[in-house]
């Protein structure tokens, strides 16, 4: 490593947010959680894929290797 570890140049940044929810909470304040995130889809047509991979060979083109 370039350089030794230094912990004071990082502040724990989750302990102070806790603490604010802990008063938040103590004063009766609500707090309503955050809406989900949509999740991502990495979902593939696979039948688009093999036709698409198959109009290649019938072109006479090489597919790569994978």
Known sequence: MAD???P????????????KLIEAKAKGQK???PAP???KSNVI???AAL???LGSVKKGKKR???
């Not at 004071?8 to 603490?19: F, H, L, P, R």
């Open 4 to 6: 030794s570890f230094n």
């Open 64 to 66: 790569s290797a994978a």
């Open 8 to 19: 004071a140049k990082y502040k724990d940044t989750y302990t102070d947010e806790v603490q």
């Open 51 to 53: 036709q698409e991979s």
């Open 37 to 39: 995130k949509a999740a």
């Open 31 to 33: 707090r309503e959680a």
């Open 45 to 47: 047509d696979l039948v």
